[in-house]
């Protein structure tokens, strides 16, 4: 168990819907990071949150997107939903910023869209 | 840009014996980090083993060990005394040294173990 909670656990949903993922880091780690993985692929990295604060965005689409909370959950919000857009969309967490601070993730959100 | 490249998508290996799977990787950094990720079929995401570039000693996790080679830009992970529980979709990754917000990950190789 890596400390990163995910919710919830599946989701099945029809084109055009939207969802909203979420995600509790570890316990102390400012920074949350999304990731999609597609059927046998490697992670993208969508975004990252670092205290409240966008730090970084990855291979994100417009119709996407996430915020972190002063209690530092983050939700990623997922709309206009497509076929494609199926995935395990993964949070991960870390203490801080820098390249040593190892990512933690979560079990994933097995997004499934009809 | 930083590129990570698993050229194995299968291997396979025998229960006790041992196996080793390739990475490389592209960059014009020197110093960062590399990671081994193990998925198991739960789909959880495990961190295995970590290396700092700057560390020419290879990173050991008990039965799993790095053979980094910086000048060659090669990252391998071996397994020893392979066990069923060690059958799993395998990620290296890259990571740059001052954030690590855009952690790179290559396309993983599924290993099985075999009986």
């Known amino acids: 168990d890596s400390g990163v909670t995910q919710t919830p656990k599946h989701l099945i949903t029809a084109t055009g819907q939207r969802v909203t993922l979420r995600c509790s880091p570890r316990?102390?780690?400012?920074?949350v990071y999304w990731y999609q993985q597609s059927l046998d692929q490697g992670l993208q990295f969508l975004i990252q949150?670092?205290?409240?604060?966008?730090?970084a965005k990855g291979n994100i689409l417009e119709r996407f997107s996430a915020q972190q909370f002063p209690d530092l959950h983050s939700e990623l919000n997922l709309s206009s939903l497509e076929l494609g857009d199926s995935a395990l969309y993964f949070c991960a967490s870390s203490v801080g910023l820098q390249g040593s601070d190892t990512q933690y993730f979560g079990p994933g959100t097995r997004l499934t869209v009809l | 840009a930083q590129t990570v490249t698993q050229s194995q998508p299968e291997m396979s290996v025998q229960e006790a014996e041992t196996v080793t799977l390739s990475c490389t990787y592209d960059t014009s950094e020197s110093d960062y980090y590399l990671f081994w990720y193990k998925q198991p079929p739960s789909r959880q995401m495990i961190l295995v083993i970590r290396?700092?570039?700057?560390?020419?000693q290879n990173a050991t996790e008990n039965r799993f060990s790095v053979n980094f080679q910086k000048a060659a830009k090669s990252f391998s992970l071996k397994i020893s005394d392979s066990q069923l529980g060690d059958a799993a979709m395998y990620f290296c990754?890259?990571?740059?040294?001052?954030?690590?917000?855009?952690?790179?990950f290559g396309a993983g190789t599924r290993l099985t173990v075999k009986p």
């Open positions: 290396q700092e570039a700057y560390k020419q």
């Open positions: 949150y670092y205290n409240g604060e966008e730090r």
């Open positions: 316990s102390g780690d400012l920074s």
């Open positions: 990754a890259y990571s740059q040294i001052y954030n690590n917000n855009d952690m790179r």
